[in-house]
């Protein structure tokens, strides 16, 4: 079992940047996968990046060419670098494990979560 805690979440301008990390217990993370969801008010959580075992990423079309996903194993750890930020990126955004070899698009693809981190873009 792993637990995830996120951070880095803040009020930002449009047009700026944040660097979301998430710190992950245990000795084994280098046999998990790695993903970032995100959830608005009102809306379902939807997948933002993920990045597996050996260091494949994915991303959703909405941040691509903006958001960069990133592992560090020896710290245990996995970023979100977020540039160009828009308003509508303004969600919170969670941490998300597997021990399932693929990336999945699907919040039901994950198995731990962290407590999520408050972003918001202003306009």
């Known amino acids: 079992q792993v637990q995830l805690v996120e951070s880095g979440g803040e009020l930002v301008q449009a047009g700026g940047s944040l660097r979301l990390s998430c710190a992950a217990s245990?000795?084994?993370?280098?046999?998990?996968?790695m993903g970032w969801f995100r959830q608005a008010p009102g809306k379902e959580r939807e997948f933002v990046a993920g990045i597996s075992r050996s260091a494949y990423t994915y991303y959703a079309d909405s941040v691509k060419g903006r958001f960069r996903i990133s592992r560090d194993n020896a710290k245990n750890s996995v970023y979100l670098q977020m540039n160009s930020l828009k308003p509508e990126d303004t969600a919170v955004y969670y941490c998300a494990a597997t021990t399932m070899g693929s990336v999945s698009r699907d919040k039901r693809g994950f198995d731990y979560w962290g407590q999520g981190t408050q972003v918001t873009v202003s306009s």
């Open positions: 245990g000795r084994t993370f280098s046999t998990y996968t």
